[in-house]
């Protein structure tokens, strides 16, 4: 009885805190006729709030016919989290409070020689993360630890990568190597796409939605999906490999050893490699003369190009979103959601693409299927892995009623 009852007060202080984090500047009587608590319940836990610096009294609300009551808010700036986005291109990493503001961040390329060596990239990252916490001056102990996204299937138990296809890695001791160099932190650690997912839900685009599809569009494809505010990981946690969907049987090689996946086709990589390999057929194209002065081609290039008006780059494009938008329509087949989010990095191209995505998902949807779902773009740019990584620990300390 004693543990049931101890659950139950744990649940109620994470519906009051969750209320005023969301809902608030809210008065006490507001609070308690919307969680279904008495008035006496939802005092003790405020004043419990108030004195862990959680929430504070803001002013005075309008009157009702007695009092004016007072107003609480969430104090976004008592705790601090680190967020970090491994990504193939670029590592991410930023400091948060707890209303998503970022108080710093950092990005700097990921090398060659950094996927070759993975344990001496992670460490170098936490190299990093350790510098960017103590510039910020912020004290350590306003920190509540760091969130880490990382692309692949991940063993959430011994913090392992099993395996990667953006980085091809198998088996890297990633949580390791992080607490080892930052002991003095809580860390925890999500696939990429459910942290992307998770922020967008927190504090993003899908703020109202209760079952979210969120498609990370970037040098990859993956995806994750949230209902009822949970992140759905299937019975093996690789629920979500969206790019890994068949899209053309005995289609281009995917890094992942299969053929004819969607992010074979479609992924920031893939459009790249399209354009490579009809520049060595001998097509010319504006982003072969872009390459030369970046250096390689990469989907920025084709995008830059496909803006300037060239019509093999704009054809890439094309195809590519094709395969995305009937993957999107198959996706709201199945699942029906009410949100759709799209993010990552080809996102800040959509002015090229997402008249005709959307459109793509209209021609291959089930009649009246999903006729509720809405197609958005993500809000929070292009730190927004990073973000989410870092609100993993903002949802830890409410799902604990406030505590750390």
Not at 86 to 108: L, N
Not at 226 to 247: D, R, V
Not at 299 to 327: C, H, K, N, P, W
Request: hydrophobic share 40%.
């Amino acid at each position: 009885m004693s543990y049931n009852k101890a659950m139950l007060a744990q649940w109620n202080k994470k519906t009051v805190l969750e209320m005023i984090r969301t809902q608030g500047p809210i008065n006490k009587a507001e609070i308690a006729r919307k969680a279904e608590l008495s008035i006496p319940t939802v005092m003790k836990i405020t004043e419990e709030f108030e004195r862990a610096n959680l929430v504070k009294t803001i002013g005075k609300g309008e009157s009702t016919g007695g009092k004016r009551p007072d107003l609480l808010e969430f104090v976004s700036n008592a705790y601090y989290i680190t967020g970090i986005d491994i990504g193939r291109h670029y590592v991410k990493i930023v400091i948060i409070d707890m209303a998503a503001v970022i108080m710093s961040r950092e990005c700097f390329p990921t090398t060659e020689e950094d996927i070759k060596q993975p344990e001496q990239f992670l460490e170098k990252i936490a190299d990093r993360v350790e510098a960017l916490i103590t510039k910020s001056g912020i004290s350590p102990k306003r920190f509540m630890g760091i969130g880490i996204g990382m692309p692949g299937i991940l063993d959430y138990k011994s913090g392992d990568v099993i395996f990667s296809p953006d980085f091809n890695w198998v088996n890297v001791p990633l949580l390791h190597i992080f607490q080892k160099r930052l002991s003095d932190y809580r860390i925890i650690l999500e696939n990429a796409n459910r942290a992307l997912a998770l922020g967008e839900y927190t504090y993003g685009a899908a703020k109202n939605a209760e079952y979210i599809l969120c498609i990370n569009l970037g040098y990859g494809i993956g995806a994750a999906i949230i209902e009822g505010g949970e992140l759905l990981y299937g019975k093996s946690g690789t629920c979500g490999e969206f790019g890994h969907m068949i899209m053309e049987p005995g289609g281009p090689l995917c890094d992942c050893g299969n053929r004819g996946c969607l992010e074979a086709l479609a992924s920031g990589n893939a459009i790249a490699k399209r354009m490579e390999g009809y520049i060595k057929e001998g097509k010319q194209s504006l982003a072969g003369r872009l390459a030369s002065e970046h250096g390689k081609i990469e989907a920025e290039t084709v995008f830059e190009a496909a803006r300037a008006g060239d019509i093999l780059s704009r054809q890439i494009i094309e195809e590519a979103m094709e395969y995305v938008g009937i993957a999107i329509a198959s996706s709201i087949n199945l699942l029906d959601p009410d949100m759709i989010i799209l993010a990552g990095g080809l996102t800040k191209s959509q002015d090229l693409f997402l008249g005709m995505l959307y459109e793509t998902v209209e021609k291959y949807k089930m009649k009246y299927s999903g006729k509720n779902v809405s197609i958005k773009v993500g809000t929070l740019g292009e730190y927004a892995t990073a973000i989410g990584a870092a609100t993993m620990l903002i949802r830890l300390l409410i799902e604990k009623g406030g505590e750390l």
